[in-house]
Every structure is written in structure tokens, then in C-alpha cells.
């Protein structure tokens, strides 16, 4: 006697649910998985504004009407960006351990023993709802202790996820999620554009100046290792520094970083770091906790160019190789003339820089050379950058006027604080043991009797 119909189907089921049930339950894994991964696992990619949101902030550009008021693309922008404050404790001072030298500080407001620094100021901006920020590398330098304060009035502690002071920029982190990060601008800025500037100038509390993008491409100020700035009129103050620089729809454009000024205030030269490389930064201090750049291991300049003659003159002059590196394993000499790389026109020195700087490490290039008045295809295979001396600077960065009239400049000034140099020439000890006498003498006839 045969078996029916249903008895097989019901012996299939049961072979078949065993494996049914495996498979439910390796999705489940998978599932829990992916929805436990921490946000360090996962590649960060700079917030978009939705369209929805573009509409609503929009200004009002295609009404007869002329534009009133920037108060939603304002508003909207607001919510990401924050104030920043840094304190520092001060080390004690080597004179302090003398009683004599002492006594003699505490009483003329010298030299104090280890204390808590002046507190410096500074924004930032959100661009993760996890609690990411970008600012400033010169705004958090040296800093023993970070508070950002939100537009809403709470505040947090934050910690340093990572600085790379040739971009001056930097990613800390606070631990606070549901924040409101702030969208980033896909299209490139142009001459003209509508800029708002949004920070925390002096200290009065967050302030939104207008102006519009007056320049892009900016180099050669001296300021950074790696330069490409946008320049604005938009009033850029001390406390600006690190704060977001957003179009008409509140998108970010840049972060403020620099000005150039007379009295310290602004002048209507402010610069900014364009997203493109906040972005490739960005994405580098929170993957890799460091920013990995393309080396060609040469020292170049511009090809001498005189403004009254008629022909131009293009290029940039190797002037040396550095031995076992890029360029050298290549075979580039002292003397090459680069005239394109990748068939991009080397225009200047900071072209090339900013060029090569922007690739990664391994990444081959083709350059084109004039040696002995002929011209020659070189590949180079880029190499990761050495590590460079780090330059100290205080916050803000202001470029003083001297800077303009070609009398070779200052650097970087800080907010009317001061500190005690650490590098100030100590006495010696003959100086030490003759003002230590001296004093004893005048506290001797202090207390003596009259």
C-alpha cells in the first residue's frame, strides 16, 4: 500500500524546516550585527540637506520682490553651530621652588605656582548627529579641557578625536546624540555668492554677519602648510575662528579661520576653508585618527615672472631632490621645469603643492617636464608624507597689516590674553645668587625696627 499525498508533503516539511529555521536565524544574527555597529565602524559622509528642507529655507529669489531676509536658512544653520572654550593649567615656574624668589613674586604678581590658564574662545560646527564637530586646529591647541556650548543652551565636555595643524583643522567629539548636524554645500562656491558668517565673535554670544564670496582658491598667505581658501567680506572677528560659513539656504561653505586686519578686528578680508577639504580631512582624523598625503620629496618655486612683460612664463622650477624619494626613484632632476601634471596646467609652487597634497599615497602621477629645452613624461609614484615640525600659533589667527605692505609679516596673535613664556632666557646662576642677596637685604630693612 502506497502512501498518501499528505504524508509525503508532511515528510518534506519536516525535512525542510530544520534548514528554514537556520537560515531565520542567521539573518537574525546578521541583523543584530549590523544594527550593534558602533559609529567608529562606519565611513562618515558629510550631511546633505534634503530637498524638503532646501524649499523651506530657500530665499525668495524668483519673486518680484527683493530678498528680505536670510531668518530660515539662519535659523536652521544655528542649531549646528557652537561655541567652544578652552582652558589650559599653567606649569610652575622654576623660580618658585627659592622662598626668597617666592616671596618676592607673590608680592609684585610674578610668577605663580601650577593654575588654571585664561579660557579661549572659539566655534565649531556639528556634522554628525552622534556628536562629531569640526573646528579649528588652532582653536583647541594646547587645550587641557574642551566645554562646547549649543545653541540651546546645554553644554558638554568634549574629547579630541584628532588635529592635523597643515590644514588647521580639527574633530573633537562630544557625548551627546539627536544633534542637528549641519548640511554640507555640494556645488562649488563662486565670486559673487551670498556668504553669512556664523560664530562666536568676542565672546558676545552667537552673531551672523553677511558679506559674499569675494575670492576662491586663495594661497599663499603663510598661514597653512596646505592652503586654498575662500576669502569673504563677511565680518570674521576673534571667537569666529572654527564657526561655519553658509550660503543663502544655510548650507556650509567653508569653516572661518583667518583674517587679515589692522587692529585685530575685521576689515572685510576674511578667509575660510572651502568643505571640499573639511570633508577629505575630516574623513581621515575619524577613520585614521591622522591625515595621510601625497609626497614627491622635491623643493621647487614658481618660474620668475615680471608683470611688464607680454609673454608668460608657466611652470614651477625643481630646485632639489630630496635623495630616496618620490621624485628621485623617478628619475626628476634639479633643474626639471613641471609644466602639467595629470594634464592639469602647474600655474605656481602652490598649485603643485595643493595638487599633490589632495592625492593619496601610492597614487601614480604623470608629469610633464622641460629639461634642456626639451619635453619629457615623467611618472611619479607618490609617497606618504614625513611628518612635519609642528608650528605653534595662538587663537585667533590674525595676519596683521604688516603682512599687506610687504614688511615679511607676523604670525598668528591671540585674544588680549597673556601668558608666561616658558622660553624666556633664564638668569644665570651668579644673577640668581646676587638678586636672591639683594632681596634679603631690602626684607631685612622691611622688618627692622624704626
Known sequence: MSSSPNTNNKATLWKWLPWVLLLIIVAAFVWLFMSMKTPSETTWEPPRTTAAEQEAIAPASDKP??????????????????????????????????????????????????????????????????????????????????????????????????????????????????????GFREKPSRVGDL????????????????????????????????????????????????????????????????????????????FAIPTAIVEQVMNALIKDGKVSRGWLGIEIQSQLRDPT??????????????????????????????????????????????????KAPTTELNAQVLRNGQNKQVKIMLEERPVQEVVEVQTPRILHDDRLNGQGGTGAQGEEHYYDDPDAPMMSEEERNRMREELLKLFEQDTAPQ
Do not use: C
Open 65 to 182: 520682490e527683493p530678498i528680505a531676509s536670510y531668518h530660515n536658512a539662519v535659523a536652521r544653520a544655528s542649531q549646528s553651530v557652537v561655541n567652544i572654550y578652552t582652558t589650559q593649567t599653567m606649569a610652575e615656574h622654576p623660580y618658585m621652588d627659592d622662598p626668597v624668589l617666592r616671596r618676592f613674586f607673590e608680592f609684585n604678581g610674578g610668577p605663580q605656582g601650577q593654575r588654571q590658564g585664561p579660557t579661549n574662545l572659539g566655534s565649531g560646527v556639528i556634522v554628525s548627529e552622534d556628536g562629531y564637530i569640526v573646528t579649528n586646529a588652532h582653536v583647541i591647541e594646547k587645550a587641557d579641557e574642551i566645554t562646547v556650548a549649543f545653541n540651546d543652551g546645554r553644554k558638554s565636555r568634549a574629547k579630541v578625536i584628532g588635529t592635523d595643524p597643515d590644514s588647521d583643522l580639527a574633530v573633537i567629539k562630544v557625548d551627546m546624540t539627536g544633534l542637528t548636524p549641519l
Open 195 to 270: 556668504a553669512l558668517a556664523i560664530g562666536n565673535p568676542f565672546g558676545v554670544g552667537q552673531t551672523v554677519t553677511q558679506g559674499i564670496i569675494s575670492a576662491t582658491g586663495r594661497t599663499g598667505l603663510g598661514v597653512n602648510k596646505f592652503e586654498d581658501f575662500i576669502q569673504t567680506d563677511a565680518a570674521i572677528n576673534p571667537g569666529n575662528s572654527g564657526g561655519a560659513l553658509v550660503d543663502a539656504r544655510g548650507e556650509l561653505v567653508g569653516i572661518n579661520t583667518v583674517i587679515f586686519s589692522r587692529s585685530g578686528g575685521s576689515m572685510g578680508i576674511g
Open 309 to 358: 612683460r607680454l609673454e608668460t612664463s608657466t611652470g614651477v622650477e625643481v630646485l632639489n631632490v630630496v635623495a630616496q624619494g618620490p621624485a628621485a626613484k623617478s628619475g626628476l632632476r634639479t633643474g626639471d621645469i613641471i609644466l602639467t601634471i595629470d594634464g592639469v596646467e602647474m600655474t605656481d609652487a602652490n598649485t603643485l603643492i595643493q595638487y599633490v597634497a589632495r
